[in-house]
């Protein structure tokens, strides 16, 4: 099946920094998704993509739609302690979406 | 959380045993979703449902089944459980603004001893 490769697998850090992370995938897919999921719940839709080189935010969040449609970024401005939790990226392509294993993100105030 | 509702949040069951999880919906969507999750890992998708009775096998639909009889509930059985399907199942559901898994529920843990 479609695979991603979400990368960092965890990050640590200060409250204030700035935070990136990636997708990439092997395939090409329609539509990339990010969501943030904290403990014991589930994941909350952030952003949705549509178009190849779409840049679109939400608040301090900033995603990118890859121009080979096989890669996504999301990235997080001045971090504060309730970013904290697991985001993950997901691909979608004939209906259905292939997830990403998820980046930790901690934040130390 | 567009009023979805899974039941039960908890089981635990023995290896061999018959289990249906369920997921309601209030909102009339007509696309739902049951995903696993594993520690350390992202959903894989079970089965889906794209209307009364029209339902598709996901990435990992091997000893699970689905049903759907009303556009609200979408229940999924285990036929045997086994120790490989302990988990945590989420149901999600097909937000039409924004054409993608848009809303989760809160979760179904299940520990098959």
């Known amino acids: 099946g479609q695979q991603l490769n979400q990368s960092p697998q965890s990050m640590f850090i200060q409250e204030g920094e700035d935070v990136s992370m990636n997708c990439t995938s092997s395939?090409?897919?329609?539509?990339w998704l990010w969501y943030k999921q904290d403990p014991g719940e589930g994941p909350v839709l952030l952003i949705a993509?549509?178009?190849?080189?779409e840049l679109t935010s939400n608040g301090r969040l900033t995603a990118q739609f890859g121009i080979t449609r096989k890669d996504s970024f999301l990235n997080i401005s001045a971090s504060i302690p309730s970013d904290v939790g697991i985001y993950f990226c997901?691909?979608?392509?004939?209906?259905?979406?292939?997830f990403g294993d998820g980046t930790t993100l901690t934040v130390k105030p | 959380d567009a009023g979805i509702t899974q039941s039960p949040r908890h089981k635990v069951t023995e290896t061999g045993t018959p289990v249906t999880l369920r997921c309601h919906q209030t909102e009339n969507h007509r696309y739902m979703y049951w995903y696993r999750q594993d520690p350390g890992h992202g959903l894989r998708l079970i089965h889906y449902s794209y209307g009364v009775k029209d339902t598709d096998k996901g990435e990992v639909s091997d000893g699970y089944s689905v049903s759907r009889s009303k556009t609200e509930d979408f229940l999924l059985t285990l036929e045997s459980a086994t120790s490989s399907q302990t988990s945590v199942y989420f149901c999600?559901?097909?937000?039409?603004?924004?054409?993608?898994?848009?809303?989760f529920g809160q979760g179904t843990r299940l520990t098959v001893v």
């Open positions: 993509l549509y178009k190849a080189g």
């Open positions: 999600a559901i097909r937000d039409d603004r924004v054409n993608t898994e848009a809303f």
């Open positions: 395939s090409i897919f329609n539509t």
């Open positions: 997901a691909g979608q392509g004939a209906g259905k979406s292939t």
